[in-house]
């Protein structure tokens, strides 16, 4: 009951995204903190609705698609263009894993074998990272690798109105490759991919290519490779999506909220086309092609 008495506390708060967070977060209290930590079927209520206009805050959005898609590319890029914060879980399990805190160890194992972290603790980490973003004034989210399970979707839609969720598509083969390719620069934390993807159109199937992503000659001698960026691991993760994270395009598929949009090849002809699916330009792009 008194995990009951924290939700409604949490909904009667207003309707910000720091009231999302609290909720979130109570929920994941009230549902996880009880001694015998286990994941209800349900919520315990219905949720009051505590939503804000569209017109009154920034874009609600959330990524999907496999690992090595290219989600967190696309993300982040719209995330400059429209002013709005990309969150990626991926990256705030990644900060977890460095900074040594209680739970590193186990994300450790978890993220290394490619399997899903539990749903509490993404919550929890994403209701974190929402209330710090509250607190400094941000409104409206492109969210990046989350949700990826049924469970987290649900909590999502009790807590806020997404406005659209687009599904990124690439050929499985072009995945891994992607995946094997990526490299991070210790220093500066940018992301760049050595793979160079080229196939040939066979039999009426149309070819791809994908240049690399190379990085600046100041980051060339410092870049690493993610630990869960192996062939195995890649291989596991692209078989959890498929069991997890796949039913998840249906869940907002049926709730007419589902923009699929098929990756023609590399970012040059890719970023045109995205903008162009979600009726934006990108005026900055534009000049520095004319320059
Ligand atoms: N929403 C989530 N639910 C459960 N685990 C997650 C979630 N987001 C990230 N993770 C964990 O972090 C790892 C890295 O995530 P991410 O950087 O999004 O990788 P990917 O390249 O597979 O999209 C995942 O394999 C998983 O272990």
């Known amino acids: 009951m008194a995990a009951a008495n924290r939700l409604l ?5 207003g309707s910000s995204l720091s009231s999302m967070a609290a ?6 209290s009230a549902v996880f903190s009880e001694s015998d930590l286990r994941v209800p079927s349900s919520l315990p209520h219905k949720p009051l609705s505590f939503r804000r206009d569209p017109k009154d805050r920034n874009v609600q959005w959330v990524f999907l698609g496999c690992p090595g898609v290219g989600k967190g590319t696309y993300a982040s890029r719209l995330s400059n263009l429209l002013g709005v914060p990309h969150i ?19 994300l450790a194992e978890i993220v290394n074998q490619g399997k899903l972290v539990s749903d509490e603790i993404i919550i929890r980490l994403l209701s974190q990272r929402l209330e710090a973003g509250e607190a400094k004034g941000e409104s409206g989210f492109i969210l990046d690798g989350f949700p990826r399970t049924i469970r987290q979707a649900e909590i999502l839609e009790e807590v806020t109105d997404i406005d659209l969720v687009i599904n990124l598509k690439l050929r499985e083969d072009v995945l891994l490759e992607k995946c094997l390719g990526r490299r991070i620069c210790s220093q500066c934390g940018g992301n760049f991919n050595v793979a160079s993807i080229d196939i040939k159109g066979e039999n009426g199937s149309p070819g791809m290519y994908m240049a690399p992503l190379l990085p600046p000659p100041r980051c060339a001698s410092k870049l690493i490779t993610r630990s869960d ?10 078989r959890v999506y498929n069991e997890m994270s796949q039913p998840v395009e249906g869940f907002y598929r049926s709730r007419g909220k589902l923009m699929e949009f098929d990756l023609p090849g590399g970012i040059p002809e890719s970023w045109p086309k995205l903008l162009q699916a979600l009726n934006l330009d990108d005026h900055d792009d534009k000049q520095s092609a004319a320059a």
Do not use: I, M
Not at 23 to 28: A, D, E, F, I, N
Not at 88 to 106: C, H, I, K, N, Y
């Open 9 to 13: 506390r949490a909904r009667a708060r």
């Open 23 to 28: 909720y979130v977060r109570s929920l994941s």
């Open 88 to 106: 990626a879980t991926g990256d705030l399990v990644r900060e977890e894993l460095s900074s040594s805190g209680p739970l590193s160890q186990q």
């Open 229 to 238: 960026d192996t062939e195995e691991v890649v291989k596991e993760r692209l």
